[in-house]
């Protein structure tokens, strides 16, 4: 075949696979976007899902104050096109600048400088509101709503808590625990203090808590306790195709809007696997989904699944950021086996272990071959295997495969979640 072009931080990475080997490139469905967002986005807030329209609710809320909850950097909403039109409705419903607050959702992110401010809402936007970051470990910042019936004591934000109403911003995606992002991952953990996350995220070692799934995921059943406790919130979350584009708008009631775009997810990057590849070679889609390696976990777990055991995976993971977790880094440094994380994390779960564990398991599966701007001492103390040519690992993971190896190319690998036929 010719040369392909992948999706390399903010840039892109050339790569060719000889004509002789047997390749499928695996993609998400392609959906159109919406004609008319503007049209699309304000009919959604006057005719939401299971919800009043948001202008009676602003009304009825009348001068208390309004938060507005907002994706950090490392996920995609393209928040930057929708926040200006949502402040100018709460404009026109009574409800002036001074009185919203945009809290960005850094869950145990670190926060975000005023420029990456500017880039997620624009300049405009954090020029008009108030805006600050979330601090999970900040505890004086925190207000105790009570325990989830799985013993999640739920520690939220107080600015977010204090609000009169909330609207819950975001982009809904497959989530390799939780099952899908969005919805309820707005308040927690995005605004949630770090033991409520450290004790929900323990549950990824419970049964069911898996991607695409939500009913029966102990994970997410107790994010959704533990959200409605705090009293929920208005959800505005977007779809987003291969492009970048909005493909959906849903908008309203924070569990059954959330549900209708998890459909629409699963119908776009629920993708048939023909078969587990010898050798997958896998992007993250760009920047900011190769922000860091904490983040591009996602995508090598999607390309772990349409692996075989023993395969090789060839990942495209820039990570301008880095690892992301200095937690995860120490924990591959110090536990090397499989076996020793589980172990470790068992007797003490701790955020940032918990990524190192669920990167272990899919080192466990393949061998991967990291084209990353990570020092090659921190690719391998992760647990990969360096390279400077992307060519040059496609090439020796073919060899290592043997003769009529099988090849699954994934240009956007963050969101194509592959399906094995039953």
């Not at 029966?216 to 107790?222: E, K, R, V, W």
């Not at 708008?249 to 629920?270: P, S, Y």
């Amino acid at each position: 075949m010719g040369s392909v072009n992948l999706r390399y931080g903010q840039g892109t990475v050339s790569i060719t696979i000889p004509d002789a080997v047997n390749t499928v490139f695996l993609m998400p469905n392609d959906l159109p976007p919406v004609r008319n967002f503007r049209q699309e986005f304000l009919h959604a807030l006057d005719d939401p899902i299971a919800s009043p329209p948001l202008k009676d609710l602003a009304r009825q809320n009348g001068s208390r104050p309004v938060v507005i909850i907002v994706n950090d950097p490392t996920r995609l909403a393209n928040s930057e096109r929708f926040i200006h039109l949502l402040l100018d409705y709460l404009n026109e419903a009574g409800v002036p600048d001074a009185q919203v607050t945009v809290v960005f959702a850094c869950g145990s992110h670190r926060p975000l400088s005023d420029c990456e401010m500017d880039q997620v809402i624009g300049e405009s936007s954090r020029k008009r509101v108030r805006c600050i970051n979330h601090v999970a470990c900040d505890q004086a910042s925190l207000v105790y709503h009570g325990t989830t019936t799985r013993g999640t004591p739920v520690w939220l934000n107080r600015t977010v808590s204090e609000a009169g109403l909330r609207i819950l911003t975001g982009s809904i995606v497959h989530h390799f625990m939780a099952g899908f992002g969005g919805g309820r991952k707005a308040l927690v953990p995005g605004v949630a203090g770090h033991e409520t996350i450290q004790r929900n995220h323990a549950m990824m070692l419970c049964e069911g808590a898996e991607i695409g799934r939500l009913d029966g995921n102990p994970l997410h059943l107790d994010l959704l306790e533990a959200a409605r406790i705090t009293g929920g919130g208005f959800l505005v979350n977007m779809v987003l195709n291969e492009q970048h584009e909005f493909a959906g708008v849903f908008c309203g009631d924070m569990e059954k809007a959330h549900v209708a775009g998890c459909r629409m997810v699963e119908r776009m990057n629920g993708v048939s696997l023909p078969w587990e590849a010898d050798l997958v070679i896998a992007s993250c889609g760009g920047y900011p989904k190769d922000i860091n390696m904490y983040q591009a976990q996602k995508t090598l777990d999607n390309a772990a699944q349409a692996t075989r055991p023993g395969g090789h995976i060839v990942f495209l993971a820039e990570c301008c950021d880095g690892v992301g977790s200095d937690t995860y880094h120490d924990w591959a440094k110090r536990y090397r086996t499989l076996p020793a994380l589980e172990n470790a994390l068992r007797a003490n779960f701790v955020l940032g272990g918990h990524k190192a564990y669920a990167v272990g398991k899919l080192l466990a599966r393949a061998t991967v071959w990291l084209l990353s701007s990570l020092q090659p001492d921190v690719a391998r103390e992760l647990g990969f295997r360096h390279v400077a040519s992307v060519q040059d690992a496609i090439s020796t993971a073919l060899a290592m495969a043997g003769p009529g190896a099988r090849v699954l190319v994934m240009p956007e690998g963050s969101i194509t979640v592959p399906r094995r036929d039953s």
